[in-house]
């Protein structure tokens, strides 16, 4: 099985710390690498987490906040600088108006850059599937913040059954059939006995999925969208004792979002987006797991295998 | 004597690497505090090397490239968010293109923030005094580099001399004529006979100055701006090996630095804009002192006490 897995490279909130930096994470699959948000210094902690640049070709940004995206123009002028190619443009998915503000400054910036950087404006307030390639979907989940922003639902497509192929010999079965089967049809002998797809294939593993909904109040709309996710990363900038901030700021403490992923029955919950207010993360941690057994703290550097 | 210091918070060149940051630098004088350049993570910088945010009123960009002034969105931002008030007008002083390419960006960022950001233009060939106080004056210098680029030189006013207080009682000198005296004036007795200026006063320390010449190839023209400084910082991106490359970026070798420095006769030589190819930055070193013996190096966190 291929991997899949997320490389945090900031889970702190906006101002930023000596102890996170500002958010950022890497979702890889095969032999591709997704950026999701791209706070000030993101390129640094990819050098710092010895994370290549050059596979890097799309990047999502949640919503329009600095610390998710002021990290932006110094990778895309860096990416110039260590002479990315024209073949390999570099993809941006986020709201309309990103373009807008970013497009003069790449042109000042990066005017000798061989690749380029296009644009995918996409909605805040629907569903829908904004990358697809032979292997995952990305999803936007509309997310409940001061600003327009959007989640994203990383998801395996199914892979096709596993042939066995003594089986496939021992009925003489002709390779133009082999497809067919693969997507789980059975098989008619030329008696006209069938032989059923499960005694000539054993199932995949079932497709993989990775949730990030930062920056977000809890909202209870985008569970039947992440239901069952292996991995949720969830806003978690607050502990309880601050909810009244969190409700004005319109992010979540940890024990929203642990609440959110017991009702979506996620198998782990990742937290995320930490204030600056708190010396260290354990309370967070305490409140949620009291909610939701099977949670995690982010930190910069940390790799999440989604299996 | 009031302190007059540098903080080296990034010392790199385009390349971000762990080693070293974009380019900034801090200058105080007195309760001032000024910034020299403001490549992206400077606010980070910041934080790391324990300055706080709240003097900073003055921020100097010496040319648009972006490992100068990626970080000011940034910083700007988290003035804001850390509740710099409506007095507190943040000053940044650039070519005019930069208020064209920043301005958007700070509308639509932010927003809510209390305090306002004034541009102020300077011209890319004449060297001109942009900024003056009190105590100090901050004169332009025009480099040469691939776009246009400006150096800053920091020079202390004249202080008016020290009165020996013991010597005005003895000569029942009034107030009224104090300050002719600090300023240098002889006085007069009744009798006619003059008390020379010398006798009741000392004089004061010469005023100090720090020269910022970065990012450019080695220039002649700009040795008489700088002449005798007590400190300069110049473009070192390259060691003589690298001439070619130092040629053709317009930039400047160790060595030429230090030919510089010993031609405007300054007094200490610090090296910076270091290129992210060499391991350290030793061999620098050698090849500027060979020419100028009082040469160092700069790193992240030094700080430079002008005497």
Known sequence: ?????????????????????????????????????????????????????SRLGHIFISHLHGDHCFGLIGLISTLG????????????????ELETLLRPQIDFFCRDMAYEVVFHPFQPDTADIIYEDRSLTVQTIPLNHRIACSGFLFREKPSPRHILREMIDHY?????????????A????DDGS?????????A?????????CCDT???????????GVDVLYHDATFATEDLP???????????????????????????????ARYEDEELLLREAREVFPSTELAEEGMSIHIV
Not at 186 to 189: I, R, S
Not at 217 to 227: F, V
């Open 172 to 184: 003489h079965i002709p390779i133009s059939q082999i497809n067919c089967i693969r997507n789980g």
């Open 217 to 227: 109040a809890p909202k209870s709309e985008i569970i039947p969208i992440i239901k």
């Open 81 to 96: 600088m260590l002479g990315r190619g024209s073949a390999a443009t570099l993809h941006i998915h986020s709201f309309p």
């Open 194 to 202: 069938v032989i059923p797809n499960d005694w000539l294939t054993t």
């Open 245 to 275: 901030r969190a409700k004005q700021t319109f992010h979540s403490t940890s024990a929203g979002a642990a609440s959110i992923a017991a009702k979506a029955e996620v198998k782990r919950l990742v937290l995320g987006h930490f204030s």
């Open 204 to 212: 995949p593993a079932p497709p993989r999925s990775y949730a990030y």
């Open 1 to 53: 099985m291929e991997d899949f897995k997320v490389k945090i490279l900031g889970c702190g909130s906006a101002l930023p710390t000596t102890r996170h930096a500002s958010s950022s994470q890497l979702v890889r699959l095969r032999d591709k690498m997704f950026m999701i948000d791209c706070g000030e210094g993101t390129q640094l902690q990819m050098r710092r987490c010895r994370q290549g640049f």
């Open 186 to 189: 059975d098989f008619t002998l």
